[in-house]
């Protein structure tokens, strides 16, 4: 693990309560005040209540800033457990990094907290067209139970582009760069911390997913933007806090891949159905290869044969 950010790493493990079993987070100290909450890799299950990713907080003399919300609103409430045994600081604000369910449909639970949530427009447009569809699926993959008191509700504060939140002294920079993994997806730079928490821009460690309503070019120009920074520390929407050049191989390299193997595929009169077939062995060892590499080819493609 790379020294730059192990401060020190707490494993914190929750016991079942009232029939309800919460996830394990690791909770990663990046620089004082500032954390990631690191859930598993796995697909959302009853286990995690739909946290199969990683958040950011930030913890001033005024307040805590929550980067993602949490997939259910029982999510929410084992994210809230982790967070106070880090800090007694109540959650001021809740950023929403895109229109993922765990980014944000764990919103309620922090809105009757007290907390305000903050999202770019593209982000809750994005929210509000899919809230049904993710609770459906959500239902099927955490259960009925996991997903109990989970209602969709959206931000108070909207940006188009970016949005600088100040709290306790602290400030964070909010940019949408443009669609990425969603239509929304936004990256928050701490400059103090030199910290970037990327939300679905980066995935560590696991196969990204190219879905129907992701933009692989527009996905490249959002890292790039995130890049440009120069961060020491990326804290990803998916996987451990990592470097900028880790990030950079797991996430932009791989979508440079693809997008080059595909268009040629293209050029060469390839067809669809046969894109499956690319080499995306470089990126071989990465979790959910075999689940995703595939499918990420077929959508591409789809893409691609338009641009």
């Not at 932009?252 to 080059?260: I, S, T």
């Amino acid at each position: 693990m790379p020294r730059f950010f192990t401060i020190f790493t707490v494993l914190i493990a929750f016991v079942a309560t009232a029939g309800q079993a919460e996830p394990i987070m690791q909770v990663t100290t990046i620089a004082p005040g500032t954390y990631a909450l690191v859930g598993p890799t796995v697909q959302r299950n009853p286990e995690n209540l739909g946290n199969n990713s990683t958040h950011g907080l930030i913890v001033t003399d005024e307040g805590a800033v929550l980067i993602d919300a949490g997939g259910s609103y029982k999510g929410a409430q084992a994210l809230d457990a982790v967070i106070k045994g880090i800090t007694d600081q109540p959650v001021r604000y809740v950023i929403n990094t895109g229109g993922q369910d765990h980014r944000w449909i764990g919103n309620s639970y922090w809105k009757e907290q007290g907390a305000s949530i903050v999202a770019s427009a593209d982000a809750v447009a994005d929210q509000q067209d899919r809230a049904s569809m993710q609770q459906t699926m959500l239902t099927a993959l955490i259960g009925a139970e996991g997903l109990a008191g989970t209602t969709p509700a959206y931000a108070d504060i909207t940006f188009d582009d970016s949005y600088d939140l100040t709290l306790g002294g602290v400030t964070l920079q909010l940019t949408h760069p443009g669609p990425a993994h969603t239509p929304g997806d936004t990256f928050v730079w701490h400059p103090a911390a030199e910290t970037v928490f990327t939300g679905d821009i980066v995935f560590v460690g696991r196969l990204l997913g190219v879905l129907e309503f992701s933009s692989s070019a527009g996905w490249i120009e959002a890292f790039d933007a995130m890049a440009a920074l120069n961060p020491a520390h990326v804290v990803p929407g998916h996987g451990p806090v990592t470097d900028l050049a880790t990030a950079t191989h797991d996430t932009r390299d791989y979508l440079a891949n693809l997008r080059e193997k595909i268009g040629a595929h293209i050029e060469e009169g390839g067809d669809i159905i046969t894109a499956v077939d690319v080499d995306q062995s470089a990126f071989a060892e990465m979790d959910n290869f075999d689940t995703l590499a595939k499918r990420n080819a077929q959508e591409v493609f789809s893409q691609m044969e338009w641009e």
